[in-house]
């Protein structure tokens, strides 16, 4: 079988295994990723790719999937603001500890490629990868490959104002959709609305510590129907449909496709976001059903590294 090493370096976990060429993920190993000397990690990468080859071996070639801005060309993270990694080599790094030959990109970047060969984006001409998460990225896929732009940020809507005066962004701006619908977000949004409740108020978040309130638990208020999370998760669609509307009017895509932790939550924002759209997008009719979850769920960016050693482009 013609299967590759896939390495999906996280700013809190790190990943390595073999993906056959049909996309499956044959053997995983994931440790906290150590964070500080680069050389420490590619000998924690080293000792996972020996066990996961021990199991599933023989490879031909390793894919990476790298936190931040990367270089595709050189296969080198130029900055990750979750590591504080800067200028590091990876590509060149892991293939001379592994004597093979490695391609590397950013990890959304290689999310959207893995969409492209492996997923529900299989025959599409365009389409947006949204990764919502801790942060909120994105890239685009169009003509057979994924567009690198000028500076290697092409695709990056998570920092697009979307709330213009609003919260703080960790890019020192105001109001960018990160700021506005990322996962902390949706917990800033929930402490708010609950210390302005009236001593003795119930509700779904109230009997929980301040330190239980996140995404997921706001997202179950919202099912529960809870007043309050409905109105967390409504502000959070109407954020992420201004987004989607500029990327739908600029690129008209066939599909835009959610991955991360928030989209477990897509079906609760999908109305949201519909409802929002139908007054952005132009000629809105027929372009509502462009938005839909991920194929490929949390293995996507394990593959999509996999992807980048199996299909360059």
């Known amino acids: 079988m013609d299967s590759v090493l896939a390495v999906d370096l996280g700013g809190t976990k790190t990943a390595v295994g073999v993906v056959s060429s049909a996309g499956l993920v044959l053997a995983r190993e994931t440790i906290p990723t150590p964070l500080g000397d680069p050389t420490t990690l590619i000998a924690a990468i080293v000792a996972l790719a020996r066990s996961v080859l021990h199991r599933a071996g023989p490879v031909r070639a390793m894919g990476m999937s790298l936190p931040g801005i990367v270089d595709r ?11 504080g990694w800067t200028n590091v080599p990876f590509a060149r ?28 984006g299989r025959g599409l001409d365009c389409f947006f990868w949204l990764q919502v998460s801790t942060g909120i990225g994105g890239a685009v896929v169009a003509g057979g490959r994924v567009l690198d732009g000028a500076h290697s940020m092409a695709g ?20 960018c959709l990160e700021a506005e619908a990322a996962g902390p977000a949706w917990r800033r949004k929930a402490l708010l609305r ?57 690129l008209d895509p066939q599909a835009i496709f959610v991955g991360g932790g928030v989209a477990a939550a897509l079906d609760l924002l999908q109305p949201f976001i519909v409802e929002e759209s139908a007054s952005l997008v132009f000629a809105a009719s027929g ?25 360059p482009v």
């Not at 990056?156 to 109001?175: F, K, Q, S, W």
């Not at 997921?216 to 669609?237: F, N, S, Y």
């Open 93 to 120: 790094m892991a293939g001379e500890a592994l004597c093979l030959p490695v391609r590397a990109d950013n990890d959304v970047n290689a999310c959207a490629w893995a969409e492209a060969c492996f997923g529900a």
């Open 194 to 250: 609950l210390d302005g409740l009236t001593p003795g108020a119930g509700g779904f978040l109230v009997s929980l510590s301040r330190g239980e309130v996140d995404a997921k638990t706001v997202a179950a208020g919202a099912r529960a129907g809870d007043p309050l999370c409905r109105e967390v998760v409504r502000e959070v669609g109407s954020m992420i449909a201004r987004g989607i509307a500029a990327v739908t009017n600029i």
């Open 287 to 311: 372009r509502s059903s462009l938005f839909r979850s991920s194929s490929l769920g949390y293995d996507a960016a394990l593959v999509g590294a996999a992807a980048l050693a199996l299909h």
């Open 73 to 83: 060309a050189a296969g080198s993270l130029r900055a990750s603001p979750s590591s």
């Open 156 to 175: 990056e809507i998570g920092h697009l104002v979307v709330n213009p005066g609003g919260a703080t962004c960790g890019c020192g701006h105001r109001g």
